[in-house]
């Protein structure tokens, strides 16, 4: 073998090593905002590339549960469709991604034009039942500021255990910190995009809500 024969062959191995760890990386870097780009979209977005800034989530049924809000209303969700319905898991004596989600849904939905916030509901969700009091919930609303903007949905364990299995959510435990992210149901109920905290800022959040109340689902 030819000297200039063995220095070609050594350029295509580190060519291809390169490359192979360029993929690696794009792998491990993309996350959710690599699947939200690289998935076709089920429903009316069908066929085509996401326009959604979130992730991409998994078909799912309507969602159709029945929780009560921090005022002892009773909160079908069932009853929203025709609106993008915001959802977080979030839990009354959490001191920091709880109260950076609930501003994050605050901007996204004070950034949305006037005529459309009348057809956008926010929910947060209750993942530490026994100490999500209905006091601690409007406690907690009013203390960062967000009463108005969101509900806080409350429940024993019995009753909020199905949506969080629904929605991925996992309740508080004191060995553990439950999942923080942002889910968006369309107008028809089915849950359509995710955000990981990560990833949620109020700009993308807004522009995903837009999306699909301009669907015509």
């Known amino acids: 073998m030819t000297t200039r024969t063995q ?18 990386v794009a792998a491990r870097t993309g996350g959710d905002d690599a699947a939200a780009t690289a998935q076709d979209v089920e429903g009316p977005f069908k066929g085509r590339a996401s326009p959604f800034d979130g992730a991409l989530r998994p078909p799912a049924p309507r969602s159709d549960f029945v929780l009560s809000n921090q005022d002892g209303e009773i909160v079908r969700i069932g009853d929203e469709r025709g609106k993008v319905v915001v959802l977080s898991p979030m839990y009354t004596t959490c001191q920091d991604s709880c109260p950076l989600v609930a501003q994050q849904i605050r901007g996204a939905i004070d950034d949305l034009p006037a005529a459309d916030r009348s057809r956008v509901v926010a929910h947060a969700i209750s ?14 609303l009013l203390e960062r500021r967000v009463r108005g903007y969101l509900d806080f949905l409350l429940g024993s364990r019995a009753d909020l255990a199905p949506v969080w299995q629904q929605f991925g959510f996992s309740p508080q435990a004191k060995a553990e910190e439950h999942n923080s992210y942002v889910v968006l149901l369309s107008r028809e109920g089915r849950q359509t995009v995710g955000f990981p905290i990560e990833h949620l800022t109020p700009e993308g959040l807004r522009h995903d809500i837009e999306v699909l109340l301009a669907s015509r689902s």
């Open 127 to 140: 993942v530490d039942p026994v100490n999500d009091t209905p006091q601690r919930a409007r406690t907690f």
């Open 7 to 24: 220095l070609v062959l050594v350029v295509i191995a580190l060519l291809a090593f390169a490359g192979a760890i360029g993929a690696a």
